[in-house]
């Protein structure tokens, strides 16, 4: 069963397919006629063309046992189809240093704020730092969602260089003992090629200072922008590197099959999905619990 919070965060979605599709899920038996039906759902949530395809052509020839609902049978075919891969956080350093990039407005400082805040509740010690310099209201957001958070805030306004942010922030949290570090960084463009050298060179500044850091980089994409943002992911992940995709804003948006997008075309794992603009809006990402969500009743 999917969580509550998952559900809600997956209505719109949900509620394109239940409309379309509700009374075909829950019959036994796909008929041909209603293969275009759901071809026309899946393109409609932002599935791809491509993969829609796909899956409908996996559709037909799915022959699972009897028993099985149609339901059960797409839920089946679309598991099938993607790869297997799993987001799954260790703490891999002393502090383990997470890496948050995206363009800009995609919700990288309101997924940090609730990323602090539930490591926080699981007993870890938290800092946040704001290695966005281009912005001075940067820092300010942050520290808000670390007061929120009920965690430690590092920035410094006077600053020009992430790079010196960073490298300031890390000696200072193994000094002090942090178990995780979240970096903030400004929201950048794939196509700038000069911003994305500079995470490249926070990168570099980490590794010398916490060894192997960063371990992880996540990037954080705007559900809404569908397949749009499937393209940053690609362009992110040639340029720096990803472990992991955190979906913000799935509440906001019916394009909530861009998930199965991401998993397929580059094997990315998705690691949180967020669900909302407060602290507690956010959902580890697993796939069983989402399409559950998406084509349950
Ligand atoms: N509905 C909703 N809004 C979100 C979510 N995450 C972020 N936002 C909103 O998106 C806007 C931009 O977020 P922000 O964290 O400043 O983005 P950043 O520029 O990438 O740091 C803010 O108004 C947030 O409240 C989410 O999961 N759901
Ligand atoms: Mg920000």
Redesign the pocket.
Known sequence: MAKAGLVKGLAKTKQIIAGGIGKLLRSGRLKEEELDKLEEVLITCDIGFDIAQEIIERVKRYTGSAEEGVKEKIISVIKDYLPNVRCKFEMKGNPHVVLMV?A????????IGKLAYKFRQEGKRVLVVAADTFRAAAGE?LQKWAERAGVDFFGNPKAKDPGSVVYDALNGAIARGYDVVFI?TA?RLHTKLNLMNELEKIKKVSARVVPLAPHDIWL?LDASFGQNGVIQAEQFMRKVGLTGIVL?????TAKGGVVVSILKKYGIPICYL????SIG?LSEFDLDEYLDAVFGD
């Open positions: 995206g800009n407005g995609t919700g990288k400082t309101t997924t957001q903030d929201g954080v913000a804003k799935i509440d906001g967020g669900t909302g603009e809006d």
